[in-house]
């Protein structure tokens, strides 16, 4: 009688294959989705690849710089690059938490005469939605996003409203001009994963500017993913490990921040009221593992939380009022 001969056991189930496969694609992908925005935006390539990274973690992100750095226009450009709808809300002082979220209105049956109410969907129904100078409306209303933000839903009346997806709150913020503006809540910061300070752009890159929004052209952008395969890279980026030692250092890191820590530095206790909470762990180790899929790579190391630690950690620690009058920041705090 033969002998059966056992099966040999394969070296990646077809799982692990397609999520390599789908690894290749997005290092490509990024690629492609810099060069594509890199056609009408100059410069801002840090910026541009921690949106990235924000996105593939499913973060939230706040955009604070001077006007007329582009930072909406960036904004846009991503939207088409990724093919997904946007809208843009201007916050004022005069704005409403129903001019976000929408609100209910009455309306006719012409052929019955019965009257009912119909929920009218506000800008918040977009997969990108620009919170344009956010710090301008007061807290009533920026806490309408909150839900939004946190749960991906809006809830009117009762009853709950899914938000599209995927789904990003990208909120500017003018440094500059106090008069009207209100601070935004610590427990709406949070909800944010990065704070980036957009800068001014170099000589040679203001030249470039100058000469391509002066001219006649205006590029065109051809979307590079679809919000499903953005979706589905999400999903990657959460099933990549990270290692122990990693999750560890991320964790000290957001540890360190808290003056009431054993570990905390002098320099911690005296300027720190308040340290980054666990979800400050949690964000840079999802930036860890986009900033690795984008590379290419399965596994995120140091280096990938010390590159996202300061955009998560930034807008987190609450400085005190002897911190402020030294000039002192959370950069020179945290320890990578």
Known sequence: MATRTAPTAP??????????????????????????????????????????????????VILIGVPGLAKTL???????????????????????????????????????????????????????????EINRAPPKTQAALLEA??????????????????????????PIEHDGTYSLPEAQLDRFMFELKVGYPSKE????????TTGDRTAEIKPVL???????????????????????????????????????????????????????GQYMILGAKARAAVDGRSVPDLDDVKAVAHNVLGHRVVLNFQAEAEGVGVERLVQL
Do not use: W
Not at 87 to 110: A, K, V
Not at 114 to 130: D, H, M, N
Not at 205 to 212: C, D, F, H, L, Y
Not at 235 to 253: C, D, F, I, K, Q
């Open 11 to 60: 070296t990646a189930s077809t799982a692990d294959e397609r999520d390599l496969a789908l690894l290749d694609t997005l290092a490509t992908a990024h690629k492609a989705l810099s060069t594509e925005i890199g056609r009408r935006i100059v410069g801002m390539h840090s910026i541009v690849d921690n949106l990235v990274v924000s996105i593939l973690s499913g973060g939230h």
């Open 74 to 132: 960036l904004i846009q450009t991503l939207a088409q690059a990724l093919d997904q709808s946007f809208s843009r809300i201007q916050f004022t002082p005069d704005l409403m938490p129903s001019d976000i979220t929408g609100t209910e209105l009455l309306e006719e049956d012409h052929g019955t005469g019965k009257r009912t109410f119909q929920f009218s969907k506000g800008p918040v129904f977009a997969s990108i939605v620009l919170a344009d």
């Open 149 to 174: 933000m946190q749960e991906h839903r809006v809830t009117a009346a009762g009853k709950s409203y899914q938000l599209p997806e995927p789904f990003f709150v990208l909120a500017t913020q003018n």
């Open 205 to 212: 890159e203001e030249q470039r500017i100058v000469t391509s």
């Open 226 to 280: 679809t919000g499903q395969q953005v979706i589905e890279m999400q999903h990657l980026v959460r099933r990549l490990p990270a290692p122990p030692s990693v999750v560890e250092y991320a964790v000290n890191l957001a540890r360190s921040t808290r003056p009431g820590e054993p570990g905390a530095s002098p320099d911690v206790k005296k300027y720190v009221s308040y340290g980054a909470g666990p979800r400050a």
